[in-house]
DNA sequence: TATGAATGAGGCTTCATTCAT
DNA sequence: AATGAATGAAGCCTCATTCAT
């Protein structure tokens, strides 16, 4: 599986650079937070490209620029870090249809900005990274994943659903099977989120094509 | 993680069932094929439940009916095991669209048998079984995942797309974005499968409307 | 470690070339004392190589031309194979020292008869692999080494003793370390036997040269 | 086989003779090298001991005093440990027999010093157990002992052959065989050796009766 | 006698977690 | 807070032995 998420993993050595003689020897002791985030970008990595058994504690700490030992510092045990870090990746999307069809003077440009939206949340590579550990590892956070999709997902559809409906009743959108069942417009994100997670890096051409078709469909579907 | 394959393991102890108290002791000498397929189902419920490495090779053996060490009779290590599981999961498909196509004279139809199908190959609980290890633990067997893109995923748009292409030829479909971009047509089952492997299982009654909808969905935008 | 035992496993095929289709499907029911003997020397080579830990039955067996269950019709553990195949090999020599210096005239004929029979005994592949299995795996078997010690090693001492004392007496031999502790005239040979269990095989050239050494310093010592 | 290796594995409870009670429960962390040193004498007690394959990593760790898992602290392998037990007992020997001789005034005094030194770095029982391991297992590392083949026995060899040429060359050794083939003045401690690997412990007193009829022989061939 | 699938005990190794420093 | 040696609980796999055929 492409390791997703290309960030370094943060050089050990590079404390030495330093030329403070007191640093040079000085353990690295930095704000919890910024250790936190560190953590949990490192654990995102390894996590979603070995899955939860095989991550190896070792591994989340040497990205991190930690040892194994100092991971405890932070967190209490495997477990909470992977809590932890789908409490972070899960927290609630703050993506207000109403507003982007505000700012959208006619329904073509809204299908646009709509889909533009799906893909730069979901195709990231931290996004899908994320997605591929709740199909693997789903079932260990099961609180978590129902609640995103009752806060997110359905809440998604749902502002999709008033949205088309006013837009219908406006006469800018055609009434039919989209306007009924919006998750359909989803759908294509889905299929190329799928396509990512089980085949790999696509380039970069082919996933632009497969927008344009998307936003093509929407078009078709509400115009 | 809900277990998505709800067949029982065979239960070691209703063998004993038989009165002769000698067959109760005796040990099963299966034929080899037949116990390969017992170990192969077993691996596929043990693997999908809980992803490779969380595997245990004991679990396997006992849901196959036989002991860890006898797994070793059939099977070099859980590697092997894992790839025969995909190997035999990802054989080709032997969906024929155009046969499909013929079988149904009108186009609605057609849409209807077509997306059937579509749910009935990819919405089994076995299926989904193998799409969560896709997802999962594809970097194991790139070879598989590759050839399987290649030979069934891809073949079936490039199948789709010419019966499509001959439908709009003949004057029984609309030429549209979904003629010129068949995977369009595609999209709401992954959605579903994406749907299902993160969320587990919906009812059924739900799963049907969604099916429903995405027959209206192909007839909306071939009609 | 090379293995010191050059002869072919019986190949397992060459069974087949029989003409008889009877005997094409039968299996291959020998005489016991005959499939005794194979086994033994299977064992031998393989203990040899490996040890007696890291021999494997199935190794035993293959290089004997039967299967792993096959050997346990002959003997009832690999314990048992093991003490049969030193009871064997250990069983008392027949070197008669008085009988050869009665067909050697002379001293010095005496001392290259004796020296060579020492080497032809001790140094042959098979014996070299015995005495290996005896440093690396002797305290299996202390009641055979025990007896082996008394039975052979001590007594071949002890007839040199009486050879050398009655050539002394005769006036053929000097008297000098060497007649009053005879085994200083074996030791060439444990030096050898040492060499060869350790570096292994020294080509043949080097070895007759050691060996005419040998006979050399016996002549000095008692000429 | 009898264990050659006499010392104590260290008692962990004796530590507790301490009155301090904190100590009493605390984990020994021992610099590195102490413990490397404790854990290659455990090692080569139990693979002298019982061979290679049926030495067991949990007698090792018993023995050097810390747990199965903390051996892997140390090395990465029950392979590794052997390779660097070896590496160390095979360590080229400082034997420096010019020095000898020169420490030496008459001949009659360095074979008694000379074969001195042999006895007490050959026979001494952690020297057997390497010699023991060389025999059994010595396949395992053919390129350590080929080293020491070269860096140590010939070498010892070479400088023999040196120092009795001066000497007879002075007019104090009497040439013969051994001056001309001096490996035969080293074959009775071979003979020794391979007595004690095959036979186990002979009791001091024959042992120095051997040792003595050893110089003698040396004196017996130089005078 | 011979076969080889099956058993079950046990070994090496890994790794989350702890803790002395 | 941080380190990393140490622990101890598994897990994968091997292999002597058994036994139905």
Redesign the interface.
Same mark, same amino acid.
């Given at each position: 599986?492409?390791n997703p998420l290309p960030q370094d993993p943060p050089d050990r050595q590079s404390r030495q650079d330093s030329q403070d003689p007191a640093a040079t020897r000085a353990r690295q002791r930095l704000p919890a937070d910024v250790r936190n985030r560190q953590i949990l970008d490192a654990a995102l990595a390894v996590f979603s490209e070995? =899955? *939860?058994?095989?991550a190896r504690m070792d591994d989340i700490a040497a990205r991190a620029g930690l040892s194994k030992g100092g991971l405890y510092a932070h967190f209490r045990s495997k477990d909470e870090i992977f809590e932890a870090l789908l409490r972070r990746a899960l927290s609630p999307s703050d993506l207000d249809l109403a507003a982007l069809r505000a700012a959208s003077p006619d329904m073509r440009h809204f299908a646009e900005a709509f889909v533009n939206r799906l893909y730069d949340d979901l195709m990231r590579p931290d996004a899908l990274a994320v !997605? &591929?550990l /709740?199909?693997?590892? =789903?079932?260990r956070i099961p609180h978590l994943?129902?609640q995103w !999709?009752h806060d997110t997902v359905e809440a998604l559809v749902a502002q999709l659903k008033r949205v088309l409906a006013r837009c219908v009743a406006e006469g800018n959108c055609r009434a039919?099977?989209?306007t &009924?069942?919006p998750?359909?417009l989803?759908?294509?994100v889905?299929?190329q989120?799928?396509?990512q /997670?089980? *085949? =790999?890096k696509a380039d970069d051409a082919a996933l632009q094509s &497969?927008r344009r078709?998307?936003i093509?469909?929407v078009r078709? /579907?509400l115009a």
């Open positions: 599986m492409p070995r =899955g *939860f058994e095989a !997605q &591929r /709740l199909v693997a590892e =789903g079932a994943t129902a !999709q039919g099977v989209a &009924r069942h998750w359909l989803l759908a294509p889905a299929y989120v799928l396509w /997670l089980v *085949f =790999g &497969r078709e998307h093509a469909l078709e /579907l």
